[in-house]
């Protein structure tokens, strides 16, 4: 059942964005394998984010600077790998899963790349 208080501030989100706010969107069920995936596949909006081509202005010492917003969608949480034995996933000796937070609901800008800079 689709949690009314997450597409409320998810919306919320997107107009914070300057961002469009789809009328309708829908959910997809994305299935994969992966560690942190207890039940084989997750809830999340694929070709219809409830938010899309935003923005956010930014002041910085060099003036006002503009990232762009690729998307924002609602999805499912995963669980968490947690590496233990070393700095880094590099050289780590084992993997804990934290489930702690999987099937929970969430917004995510799914793609850094989605935070690009607009000279102007």
């Given amino acids: 059942m689709l949690n009314q208080e997450a597409v409320n501030l998810a919306v919320k989100a ?3 964005l300057n961002a469009n706010i ?6 997809d069920r994305k299935q994969y394998f992966y560690a942190d995936l207890p039940k084989g596949y ?3 909006q694929y070709d219809i ?13 060099e003036g006002t ?3 762009g917003i690729t998307r924002a969608h609602l999805e499912e949480d995963a669980g968490k790998n947690v590496h ?10 084992h ?15 799914p793609w850094c790349v989605g935070l690009v800079w607009e000279p102007g």
Avoid: E, H, M, W
């Fill in 14 to 16: 997107g107009i914070a």
């Fill in 84 to 93: 233990g034995g070393a700095d880094s996933l590099s050289g780590s000796s």
């Fill in 65 to 67: 600077k503009r990232f």
């Fill in 42 to 44: 997750q809830i999340s």
């Fill in 22 to 27: 789809a009328r309708r969107s829908k959910f």
């Fill in 95 to 109: 993997t804990l899963v934290d489930f702690n937070r999987a099937g929970r609901g969430g917004i995510q800008d």
């Fill in 49 to 61: 984010p409830v938010c899309s081509n935003g923005y956010l202005d930014v002041d910085t010492p």
